[in-house]
């Protein structure tokens, strides 16, 4: 069942069978029960509602956008076993997932396939991890660490359109926090 968006009608929601969640602008979208039960957050919820109620669900650290990203992995797999992926990663991800993962990660998380594009794949991984969805934060990391797999300090920073290396102050400030880098450095 694709997502589906309210616009203050809520007359043609089976509450037996659908789901309404709040974005953090105030938009209302429906989505299945069943949907719900990959994400450890909503699942608990649920559990509380009474199944013939109406359900509505504020997941305030989630906008629209997003939810319309991870709306669609929610409804995949829902009746199905997500895909894991072992870390770390033994190949390029294309190797690694299925047709319908693959062009979730390439065509929905990176607009069009662009590296570059990848404000869509971040905020998913963060509505991910704050609802509790294992396997979709274990796939937007997965895109993340191939993202960075093979390529240089430059062609990194390239894809993240970072333009200026730490300032010296910076570096102080990261050895402080994470020693650990210095010595491995010196190594």
Wanted: aromatic share 6%; charged share 30%; proline share 6%.
């Amino acid at each position: 069942m694709p997502i589906r968006e309210l616009n203050g009608d809520r007359s043609g929601v089976d509450h037996t069978k659908e789901v309404i969640l709040t974005t953090s602008e105030g938009k209302e979208f429906v989505l299945s029960r069943d949907a719900l039960k990959l994400s450890k957050i909503l699942r608990d919820i649920l559990e509380d509602s009474p199944g013939d109620e109406e359900t509505v669900i504020p997941v305030n650290n989630v906008d629209a956008a997003t939810l319309q990203c991870v709306a669609p992995y929610l409804e995949r797999y829902a009746t199905q076993e997500p895909n894991t992926i072992d870390k770390p990663l033994r190949a390029p991800l294309q190797e690694l997932l299925n047709d319908w993962d693959k062009e979730y990660v390439y065509k929905t998380l990176f607009r069009d396939g662009d590296e570059k594009q990848h404000e869509p794949l971040f905020k998913t991984l963060l509505a991910g991890n704050f609802l509790g969805v294992e396997p979709l934060r274990d796939l937007c990391c997965a895109a993340i660490a191939n993202m960075l797999r093979g390529k240089t300090p430059e062609q990194i920073k390239e894809v993240f359109g970072v333009t200026e290396d730490f300032t010296p102050e910076e570096i102080k400030q990261v050895e402080k926090e994470y020693p650990f880098l210095k010595e491995q450095g010196e190594n």
